[in-house]
Structures are given as structure tokens and as C-alpha cells.
């Protein structure tokens, strides 16, 4: 069984940064994509940021240009890079592997606070 294990949450102030790394127990094979969502109180979950195995990436609308998605291959890690922190970002934040539009796989959750 796969885990994905996230690190790198915390409460920081407003204009501050982040960077949340989510580490899969092993490697895992065809990964379509690499992403982070995010659940906020009383809101749906949120895609944030998609990372291809061809390396695109793309990103929600409210965090283009101050997050950055990236992948270690060789460590199975994904990371979020996420600068100029507002307290809307304030969130759970999840990584998911999807896996040949069949499976998907979720890590634990990281909470991230960001306070004005």
C-alpha cells in the first residue's frame, strides 16, 4: 500500500512563505499527474496546482504566480513552494498522485494558517 506523507505546513504571517513537500512510501508507477488541493472551512476541496509527468504545470487561478509546483522523480516527492502567503490560502492542504486516470492516492492533509 502507497503512502504519501506531507510535511511543511504551519501558521505564518501574511506576504510570508511556505513550502510543503509530499514524500509517496515508493515509487509509483504511471503517474499521470501530481497535485495539490486545498479544503478551507465550510468549502469544497479546491484543486491548487498540477504537476504532468512530462513536467506541465498549471495552477488555480488564485495562486498563479506566488505558488510553484516541482517534483523530485528520484525521491517520489512533490513540493509546494508557496510565496506571498494571504490569509485566504488558509487551508488544509492534500497531495494526490492520480495514476492511469484509475487510482488515486492522498496524503493525510497539512494545515497551513495564515494570519493578517
Known amino acids: 500500500q502507497v503512502q504519501l506523507v506531507e510535511s511543511g505546513g504551519g501558521l505564518v504571517q501574511a506576504g510570508g512563505s511556505l513550502r510543503l513537500s509530499c514524500a509517496a512510501s515508493?515509487?509509483?508507477?504511471?503517474?499521470?499527474?501530481r497535485n495539490w488541493y486545498r479544503q478551507a472551512p465550510g468549502k469544497q476541496r479546491e484543486l491548487v496546482a498540477t504537476?504532468?509527468?512530462?513536467?506541465?504545470?498549471n495552477y488555480a487561478d488564485s495562486v498563479k504566480g506566488r505558488f510553484t509546483i516541482s517534483r523530485d522523480n528520484a525521491k517520489n516527492t512533490v513540493y509546494l513552494q508557496m510565496n506571498s502567503l494571504k490569509p485566504e490560502d488558509t487551508a488544509v492542504y492534500y497531495c494526490?498522485?492520480?495514476?492511469?486516470?484509475?487510482?488515486?492516492?492522498w496524503g493525510q492533509g497539512t494545515q497551513v494558517t495564515v494570519s493578517s
Open positions: 504537476i504532468t509527468d512530462g513536467g506541465m504545470t
Open positions: 494526490n498522485f492520480a495514476v492511469m486516470g484509475l487510482y488515486n492516492y
Open positions: 515508493r515509487r509509483i508507477f504511471s503517474v499521470d499527474t
